[in-house]
């Protein structure tokens, strides 16, 4: 069992930047990928950004409504995942997720870090 944190959330005006932080206790390596998922009121959780844990191959894979502006990254020392938000748009606004899975044991979740965008 991994638990996963999260941090970062806060209100930024439109245009502005976020970095997100997910710490997770236990070892993801026997996991095949670590993500962000977010959900805004009313609508299905989706999938932001993925990589690949340490421990497998993989891609690192964008959703369309992020590319060129999001940034997924990871610090192995620190078993930190990190999510970089630049150009941030109102349509943004939601609750982010961190999480890890596998085909087998399927997913593991934290309890989400709420970002608000202004006009």
């Known amino acids: 069992q991994v638990q996963l944190v999260e941090s970062g959330g806060d209100l930024v005006q439109a245009g502005g930047s976020l970095r997100l932080s997910c710490v997770a206790h236990g070892s993801t390596s026997t996991y095949d990928n670590m993500g962000w998922y977010r959900q805004a009121p009313g609508k299905q959780r989706e999938l932001v950004a993925s990589?690949?844990?340490?421990?497998?191959?993989?891609?690192?894979y964008y959703s369309d409504f992020v590319k060129g502006r999001f940034t997924i990254s990871r610090d192995n020392a620190k078993n930190t995942l990190y999510l970089q938000m630049d150009n941030l748009k109102p349509e943004d606004a939601a609750v982010y997720y961190c999480?890890?899975?596998?085909?087998?044991?399927?997913?593991?979740w934290g309890r989400g870090t709420q970002v608000t965008v202004s006009i």
């Open positions: 999480a890890i899975w596998d085909d087998v044991r399927g997913f593991q």
């Open positions: 990589m690949p844990t340490g421990g497998s191959y993989g891609t690192t």
